[in-house]
């Protein structure tokens, strides 16, 4: 059974920073895809920064130089470096598990594990 559990999500100041972290357990190829997706309220759930299973990175505009995305595959975790937190920033963070690759990594329907999410509230 494929386990994805999000942690490190809080409420934090604008300028602030954060750092998120997915334990995954089950996954039968360790390097597959993840990624980071977020969803404000009333909004769709958009990719915020995927990872190849090799290290090639995607990340959103809205989130570039500010987030950094890192997995340690021996100990099969996930990371989100997020710093100079914004407001538009304030989501539910998931993260995801999906097939090796590097194209389309921000692509919802390239992942079919998710975790259930954490929340990140940033005031201003």
């Known amino acids: 059974q494929v386990q994805l559990v999000e942690s490190g999500g809080g409420s934090v100041q604008a300028g602030g920073s954060l750092r998120l972290s997915c334990a995954t357990s089950?996954?039968?190829?360790?390097?597959?895809?993840m990624a980071w997706f977020r969803q404000a309220p009333g909004k769709e759930r958009e990719g915020v920064a995927g990872v190849s299973g090799g290290g090639s990175t995607s990340y959103s505009d809205s989130v570039k130089g500010r987030f950094t995305i890192s997995r340690e595959n021996t100990k099969s975790t996930l990371y989100l470096q997020m710093n100079n937190l914004k407001p538009e920033d304030t989501a539910t963070y998931y993260c995801a598990a999906g097939r090796p690759g590097l194209w389309n990594l921000l692509r919802e329907d390239e992942y079919n594990y998710w975790g259930q999410g954490t929340q990140v509230a940033v005031s201003s």
């Open positions: 089950g996954l039968k190829d360790k390097r597959g895809r």
